[in-house]
């Protein structure tokens, strides 16, 4: 998760724009076992991505914004529960 406001949404550090260590770590280890690798971006703003290609990353959803029943969604959404 990231947390956002005014003037928080264009820092060059670490845990801001770009991942901290030890996300990139988590990344790093699963996308190695797991040959499809998700992640869910939990952020109000932009991040780096370039993440994505360097772990070979096969999808990415952003979930920024979504309150209080967002987890419910997400997890109908990721388990086919929720339907077009």
Not at 34 to 48: K, M, Q
């Amino acid at each position: 998760c990231r947390g956002s406001s005014e003037s928080m949404d264009n820092n060059p550090l670490k845990g801001d724009y770009y991942l901290s260590d030890e996300e990139e770590s988590m990344i790093k280890a699963v996308s190695e076992v797991f040959e499809n690798t998700v992640v869910i971006l939990n952020t109000g703003y932009t991040i780096d991505v370039k993440w994505i290609e360097k772990y070979n990353i096969k999808a990415v959803l952003w979930f920024g914004y979504g309150g209080e029943s967002a987890p419910k969604a997400l997890t109908d959404i990721l388990s086919g529960k929720a339907k077009q």
